[in-house]
């Protein structure tokens, strides 16, 4: 068994900035590499890819419109997961979950995950 959660989100005002993490814990302790990724789900629309890193943490993808501003990254300790968010804006307002997966590349397809986490609330006012 997987599991994944996260923390970090909150309220915040347009132009401000918050930080998502991810814990797992787990199986993917046996795993020998753990890719991960985050998506978002806005109210009234499907889940979306956000952005994804591979399992060292040296490769990693963006969607276009948080591109410059979201940095995804990993914590020293395995399966630790990180989203830094930067100039927020009304628009990135969503449920944002954490996915992992084994393997060694950047997955940006939600069919790619195996394992989700229950996600955290971000809300960006104007």
């Known amino acids: 068994q997987v599991q994944l959660v996260e923390s970090g989100g909150g309220l915040v005002q347009a132009g401000g900035s918050l930080r998502l993490s991810c814990a797992a814990s787990?199986?993917?302790?046996?795993?020998?590499?753990?890719?991960m990724g985050w998506f978002r789900q806005a109210p009234g629309k499907e889940r979306e890819f956000v952005a994804a890193?591979?399992?060292?943490?040296?490769?990693?993808d963006y969607q276009g419109s948080v591109k410059g501003r979201f940095t995804i990254s990993r914590g020293n300790a395995k399966n630790t997961l990180y989203l830094q968010m930067n100039s927020l804006k009304p628009e990135d307002t969503a449920v944002y979950y954490c996915?992992?997966?084994?393997?060694?590349?950047?997955?940006?397809?939600?069919?790619?995950?195996?394992?989700w986490g229950q996600g955290t609330q971000v809300t960006v006012s104007s």
């Open positions: 996915a992992a997966r084994a393997g060694t590349d950047v997955y940006i397809s939600q069919k790619d995950y195996l394992y």
């Open positions: 787990g199986r993917t302790f046996s795993w020998p590499a753990v890719a």
């Open positions: 890193i591979n399992w060292i943490g040296s490769s990693t």
